[in-house]
């Protein structure tokens, strides 16, 4: 009977080391799992089944593929758009893609040379710059200070968005 009152404790303080291992690693990132859909040479291309997720950040994304580069330690994020690709940049996606880049390059700590946004006629290529690096930033930090601000004017005229949206039973700026 003593054997079993030392053994609780015990097995009490393991559970909650691994418990605080587990949320520390929880707190820095989350890696999805996914498959390996595709391997070509010194390619492979995974496919994630989950959100990418840094959490100090405050940032998340999902990338439709990633393909690594096994000879060079590099990884690139794939974005799928089922439309032919616009004459103009479009710089949602663009955005999207620095937003990818960025979390690949931070959770699977692997230089990130660019992102891939696949459309249905063309493949563009997003590189990774400083430059994009730093337009990723500010925009993430003029989001995060509008996220706390009392009232945030609509960014957009569009009635389809606004149809979409959330919460806009409770919006005082709606169009529909």
Same mark, same amino acid.
């Given at each position: 009977? +003593? =054997?079993?009152?030392?053994?609780?404790? !015990?097995? !009490?303080?393991?559970? /909650?080391?691994?418990?605080?291992?587990?949320?520390?690693? !929880?707190? $820095?990132?989350? $890696? &999805?799992?996914?498959?390996?859909?595709?391997?070509?040479?010194?390619? @492979?291309?995974?496919?994630? %089944?989950?959100?990418?997720?840094?959490?100090?950040?405050?940032?998340?994304?999902?990338?439709?593929?990633?393909?690594?580069? +096994?000879?060079?330690?590099?990884? #690139?994020? #794939?974005?799928?758009?089922? $439309?032919?690709? &616009?004459?103009?940049?479009?710089?949602?996606? /663009?955005?999207?893609? *620095?937003?990818?880049?960025?979390?690949?390059? =931070?959770?699977?700590?692997? @230089?990130?040379?660019? /992102?891939?946004?696949?459309?249905?006629?063309?493949?563009?290529?997003?590189?990774?710059?400083?430059?994009?690096?730093?337009?990723? +930033?500010? !925009?993430? *930090? @003029?989001?995060?200070?509008?996220?706390?601000?009392?009232?945030?004017?609509? *960014? %957009?005229?569009?009635? *389809?968005?606004?149809?979409?949206?959330?919460?806009? @039973?409770?919006?005082?700026?709606?169009?529909?």
């Amino acid at each position: 009977m +003593a =054997a079993a009152g030392q053994i609780i404790p !015990l097995l !009490l303080f393991v559970i /909650g080391a691994l418990l605080l291992i587990a949320s520390y690693r !929880l707190t $820095r990132a989350i $890696r &999805p799992t996914g498959h390996v859909d595709q391997v070509d040479g010194d390619t @492979e291309a995974y496919v994630p %089944h989950g959100l990418l997720i840094l959490v100090e950040d405050r940032l998340a994304g999902q990338p439709h593929g990633l393909l690594r580069l +096994a000879d060079r330690q590099q990884t #690139i994020p #794939i974005q799928v758009i089922d $439309r032919a690709s &616009p004459a103009v940049p479009d710089q949602v996606a /663009g955005c999207q893609m *620095s937003a990818f880049c960025y979390l690949v390059e =931070a959770i699977y700590d692997q @230089e990130v040379p660019y /992102g891939m946004l696949r459309y249905a006629d063309l493949d563009v290529q997003i590189d990774w710059t400083p430059e994009n690096r730093q337009a990723l +930033a500010d !925009l993430l *930090s @003029e989001m995060r200070l509008q996220a706390e601000a009392s009232n945030v004017d609509r *960014s %957009h005229n569009t009635p *389809s968005i606004c149809a979409a949206c959330i919460v806009k @039973e409770v919006c005082d700026q709606a169009l529909v």
